[in-house]
């Protein structure tokens, strides 16, 4: 390199003209570079004459000044309104403890990272200020005193405002991670400890975390303290690159004592280092495996020691005067960390574990699997082996009536349409798209249930009725649900009804039918009234008054407009003048918002995971048969971590996304756990709003210590009424989460697990197109009532299917997969039995159909294809329903309904055919018994529900005006049919008795025919 540089042109910027120097002193860059003495001289002069420094006093004028205070007092309200409607908000919802206490903690945060690391950062650039040396010290630098003479009038302002920008950034940053900090403030222990340190799991859930993030934090101040101290210096002359490299005393000390604590804090990140490794993400398998554990742990260790042997250094040079030995530990370091940090792992992993991978990593996949179980609630699941028969034979589903009178017919995610045209009633109401399933009692039995409830949907309006008054004052919400039973149909195909009309009549009894609340209600309301006014809401149409009937809200579901403040704030808040001077707002007025039931839980409880399906059910909330029924959402709420020991992570919602997933901007979309559990349920009132969080799971230390952080906002498990625990079910997405976890971790040893030759995989929904990727999406579980082999009795379950893994387009059947949904209707306790996994595994001996290949298998038949194309004319357009699946018969039945619907703008499905499945033989008919029959040699004596069926004769597609019912003598002569064959197998089964000598049962036989064929007579006198 040449001993002089050529100045070339000088640029007049302060910041790059330092830059620029820094750039080359230190690397050698070329450039543009900083002017350096000529051999023997004073570096040359700055080119062009002295720039004048900048009046602030002729920028700041009166004008400018009062323009930009309307502009900062506009912002500043608009703002301020939306935070005080929040504050309004939280206090009428009674969850004020939850709004103050995050946004205290999180000002809070903000102040002391703040204050704290800007106070760090500040005093060590004025330690650095002070301890400048004079110019007659050093040897001085022209060009800076005139940078200096620039800074000068800025230089408390520039001293002030770096620092407190620093601080600021670390202190948001401290703040984002709220949650976790208040976790670890009340954190509970969970009396297990992880098989490698053997620490409590608590450590790693809450404490860990929050050490990795201050430890995060520390580097990034301590590291901007050091370069802003370094940047002082040097423009003080602290720090002189040329003619030759020197630091003054006073720097020195300061530098040398400020690369020791970075240096201490880099220790620090390398200790827990060694603990994050049982947390971390390693693909197949997560958590430390034998690479970690024997080479990854220890370089953490040895590079901790180097980094507080260099911390030493640092210090002895401070006072010395020497960097050779902290720059030399410096290279060690980082020598180390390249040669024990990557190197040998890198070398560990592929000379002497990938050689003998089975065998080392064995303890380890071990330790995955143990924890992994664990931590998504599926250690526990009773695994039992089931050589499927796929052979047929009459009377083969006699012994399993518990399982067949429950088929459901009914598809809730095909129906909606024919729902809207026969019960909407009026164009401004609407049902979901996806309906919901649940049970009831009725008439003493429990029956399966598709349900819906009747939103308002502004969007039905006229344009003519579309105006403020209207939408936010006159059309206020919707009315009552509609029930159908989930395994019958009526004559014409649609869904048989026990709970409809408006006002709401059936079998569910008096309950609030006023829907305030739910997914589709508009954005605002305006509502209530002095007592005696004259009603303005419409409460529900009614053909035999002038077209309405009116009604006001009574309950308390909103903050209260009805002051000048409160006016003008939700004025500002949603943009509308109308809401300060419309003269329907009276003192009583409240403004109902924030509407949806997940959009309210997640206010009311910011810390946990939402399901994406809040359900609705009508139910006794207090237990007092006095009071109506309340209708309700619930809706499953979960705790969740990613740093649990050695479990393995998974993404919620990937792994919750089948062809029936509903998008839902209040679930957390992109989220990777190695932790869940349903620890809440949450329950909304449809009338006023109002949430109620129930603890579900009384062991969950994550739940309990969001207690200890928010007490008395969770109620007791006790608090929940027995109607309520009727309705409670088994959560979906909880369980798509652990159905994906099982296609792989049903192998609990860790040999068989590495081979990976049990892997499942699930199943593709084969009546689901291909999307856009070319993906097709998995089958969505499935709640049906049903007895698994071994279980006591049949109970309300959530089911779904897996298929042997790898490439192989082969999809036999390789699992059966459910859990007991059922909860019991005892107040407060959760029934026995209640979230049991069963799992059903396949011997490979054994061929059974998946559900890809019982799809082909009703394509592939001439007969049923010849069917199909015959209804699916022009005209008409067939859907296919769920493919359900029930082990019954000794192997797994197949069932899926047909439905038709015409092409026109009022088309809705009906049902007009079921197929069947059982090992290769399929049945094809117009009603489920007949298809049964088909498919099991004539005769499958399955017991059915009454009336399941539409008649023989399919109409032609529904379209146009719906008809009234007209179940008639179809339905009977359906009932009368089946009675007379249960008659017969009776009488059949009293031979065969009376073969064997058994006259006990041939006398049982007999009264039971007689008492069927009495009751077939009763039923065809009546026609």
Known sequence: MPSSIPVGTIEKSYFAQICIELRFSMFGFPGQPFPRPQEGGAPKPPEGPPREPINLKEMITPMRITLFALLALVVGFYYLSDFVTEILWFNQIGAQQVFWTRWLVIIGLVLLGTIVNASIVGINMQIAYKNRPTSHSVNYNPQLREYQRQLEPFRKLVFIAVP??????????????????????????????????????????FTLPVLQMLFYLLTRVFVASLLATVVVHYLYSGIVLFPRFRVSKRARLQLGILAALVSLIVAGRYWIGRYLLLTSEGGRIDGALYQQVNAQIPAQTILTVTSILVAILFI??????????????????VVSALVVGFVYPTLIQEFKVKPNERALESPYIQRNIDATLDAYGIKDVELQSYSAKTETSAGQLRDDAASTQQIRLIDPDVVSPTIRQLKQSRSYYTFESQLSVDRYEIDGVKRDTVIAVRELNLDGLDENERNWVNEHTIFTHGYGVVAAYGNKVDSKG???WWEEGIPSMGDMGEYEQRVYFSPSSPQYSIVGAPQGAKPLELDYPDEASDGQVPTTFEGDGGPSVGNFFNKLLYAIKFQSTNIFFASQINEKSQILYDRDPALRVAKVAPYLTLDRKPYPAVVDMDGDPKTPKRLVWIVDAYTTSNHYPYAQHVNIAQTTVDSSTKESEFYAADLEINYIRNSVKAVVDAYDGSVKLYQWDEKDPVLSSWMKTFPGKVQPLSEISGDLMAHMRYPQDLFKVQRSLLAAYHVTKADNFYTGGDRWRLSENPTSARRADGVTPYQPPYYLTMQMPGQDSAEFSLTSVFVPGGKSDREPMAGFLAVDSETGSEPGKIREGYGKLRLLALPSSTTVPGPGQVQNNFNANSEIARELNLLDQEGSELILGNLLTLPVGGGLLYVQPVYLQGTGSTKYPVLRKVMTAFGDSVGFADTLEESLDATFKGDSAAQLADGE????????????????????STATNSQVVKLLQEAKTALLDGEKALQA???ATYGEKQKLMKQKLEEALKLETKK
């Open 494 to 496: 649609e869904p048989a």
């Open 164 to 205: 407190l920008f620093i601080g600021f950034t670390t202190g948001t940053a401290l703040a984002a991670d709220w949650d976790q900090i208040l976790l670890w403030w009340n954190s509970t222990p969970f009396g297990q400890t992880d098989p490698q340190w053997g620490v409590d799991l608590s450590f790693y859930m």
């Open 949 to 968: 069926q539409p008649s023989a004769d399919p109409a032609a597609p529904s379209e146009g005006e719906p008809s009234g019912d007209s179940a008639g």
């Open 997 to 999: 000598g058994d006259w």
């Open 316 to 333: 002895v040079a401070a006072f010395r005067g020497s960097w050779h030995l902290p720059a030399t530990g410096v290279a060690v370091t």
